[in-house]
């Protein structure tokens, strides 16, 4: 094998280990699906009033996920506070009861779940406080026979069940206070209010926390409090409750455009290299002949390069950085 070839490989390899390090160091970029997250605007409530979703019978769940956003520094409770709600506290008949709801309780600490037509309580309790002044994002689901709590993002309960939810009663969904009385008011922020007809499923539960992404199958109710939100005679506010301004926006990362560089060999070089007695990287083409990548095999140090050969007149080494 001619010295020649081995000046064209030493500059081939240069050539490579440049553009390595100045792909990792210009075009430096992260791959992760982590987002920004803005949550303006959303639902102010005062601790007076609330929000209300007129009953509908796609309201109405034997199955069901709630999904929010919450934020308080509320301390002063001498009762739960109802966040999101459809039928409420106080009353155990049939048609009374709650057909799911999340609430914090007066330690700070957050409870979700159903009642049953008999009255009977189906809750998952956190063992955390969420009065922190943060924002935080609640997931309660119920799938047939299984109630799943998720806050921020960890599982806080999970117990199986053999009851089924009070779809009877025609109460509304209510952010802010109970759903059947007006009392237990919650004073704080709520946001991207969602409801399911349906149980999420571990895996879709996970990739709203991991990477923002619904599944909106069976989404029956979203409350993002935009103006598109505002406009429906099914949406009642009470009292002072606002609504902020702002924009929500989700931003991820993106990879930059690849970057391609393309060394012409002029006919002569290209003799040369074609009549080198072993060839280790060369294949001759025809003209019609389509373009193929040199097998790897030849030579393991362009695994990761595809090298093409154009024509009978040129080639190109075209390496993409962004493989």
Request: net charge negative.
């Given at each position: 094998?001619?010295?020649?070839?081995?000046?064209?490989?030493?500059?081939?390899?240069?050539?490579?280990?440049?553009i390595?390090?100045?792909?990792?160091?210009?075009?430096?970029?992260?791959?992760?699906?982590?987002?920004?997250?803005?949550?303006?605007?959303?639902?102010?409530?005062?601790?007076?009033?609330?929000?209300?979703?007129?009953?509908?019978?796609?309201?109405?769940?034997?199955?069901?996920?709630?999904?929010?956003?919450?934020?308080t520094?509320?301390?002063n409770?001498?009762?739960?506070?109802?966040?999101?709600?459809?039928?409420?506290?106080?009353?155990?008949?049939f048609?009374?009861?709650?057909?799911?709801?999340?609430?914090?309780?007066?330690?700070?600490?957050?409870?979700?779940?159903?009642?049953?037509?008999?009255?009977?309580?189906?809750?998952?309790?956190?063992?955390?406080?969420?009065?922190?002044?943060?924002?935080?994002?609640?997931?309660?689901?119920?799938?047939?026979?299984?109630?799943?709590?998720?806050?921020?993002?960890?599982?806080?309960?999970?117990?199986?069940?053999?009851?089924?939810?009070?779809?009877?009663?025609?109460?509304?969904?209510?952010?802010?206070?109970?759903?059947?009385?007006?009392?237990?008011?919650?004073?704080?922020?709520?946001?991207?209010?969602?409801?399911?007809?349906?149980?999420?499923?571990?895996?879709?539960?996970?990739?709203?926390?991991?990477?923002?992404?619904?599944?909106?199958?069976?989404?029956?109710?979203?409350?993002?409090?935009?103006?598109?939100?505002?406009?429906?005679?099914?949406?009642?506010?009470?009292?002072?409750?606002?609504?902020?301004?702002?924009?929500?926006?989700?931003?991820?990362t993106?990879?930059?455009?690849?970057?391609?560089?393309?060394?012409?060999?002029?006919e002569?070089?290209?003799?040369?290299?074609?009549?080198t007695?072993?060839?280790?990287?060369?294949?001759?083409?025809?003209?019609?002949?389509?373009?193929?990548?040199?097998?790897?095999?030849?030579?393991?140090?362009?695994?990761?390069n595809?090298?093409?050969?154009?024509?009978?007149?040129?080639?190109?080494?075209?390496?993409n950085?962004?493989?």
């Amino acid at each position: 094998m001619n010295i020649f070839y081995y000046s064209i490989l030493l500059i081939v390899l240069l050539l490579l280990s440049f553009i390595s390090f100045f792909h990792d160091n210009i075009f430096s970029y992260s791959e992760s699906k982590n987002v920004t997250y803005k949550f303006e605007p959303y639902l102010r409530i005062n601790g007076t009033d609330f929000y209300d979703l007129e009953n509908k019978n796609q309201l109405q769940l034997e199955e069901f996920s709630l999904a929010t956003w919450f934020r308080t520094k509320q301390n002063n409770f001498n009762e739960p506070a109802h966040i999101v709600n459809k039928g409420g506290f106080n009353n155990d008949k049939f048609g009374k009861n709650m057909n799911y709801g999340v609430w914090m309780n007066i330690d700070g600490t957050i409870t979700g779940g159903f009642e049953s037509q008999s009255g009977e309580n189906f809750e998952i309790l956190s063992q955390k406080k969420y009065n922190d002044g943060k924002w935080h994002y609640v997931i309660v689901s119920y799938s047939s026979t299984v109630l799943r709590m998720y806050i921020d993002g960890q599982q806080i309960g999970i117990i199986q069940i053999n009851e089924k939810p009070d779809i009877t009663g025609n109460q509304p969904v209510r952010l802010g206070a109970n759903s059947l009385d007006l009392d237990k008011f919650f004073k704080g922020e709520i946001d991207e209010v969602r409801i399911w007809n349906r149980g999420l499923t571990v895996n879709e539960i996970n990739e709203i926390y991991d990477n923002k992404d619904f599944n909106f199958t069976g989404q029956v109710e979203y409350l993002n409090f935009g103006k598109n939100t505002m406009n429906s005679s099914s949406e009642i506010i009470n009292n002072n409750s606002n609504i902020t301004n702002g924009t929500k926006d989700i931003q991820t990362t993106t990879k930059p455009p690849a970057v391609v560089f393309v060394i012409l060999l002029s006919e002569d070089t290209l003799e040369k290299i074609q009549t080198t007695t072993k060839p280790p990287i060369v294949e001759t083409l025809s003209p019609n002949q389509a373009i193929t990548q040199v097998p790897s095999s030849n030579n393991p140090s362009f695994i990761d390069n595809a090298i093409h050969w154009i024509d009978n007149a040129k080639a190109s080494f075209i390496i993409n950085t962004n493989n």
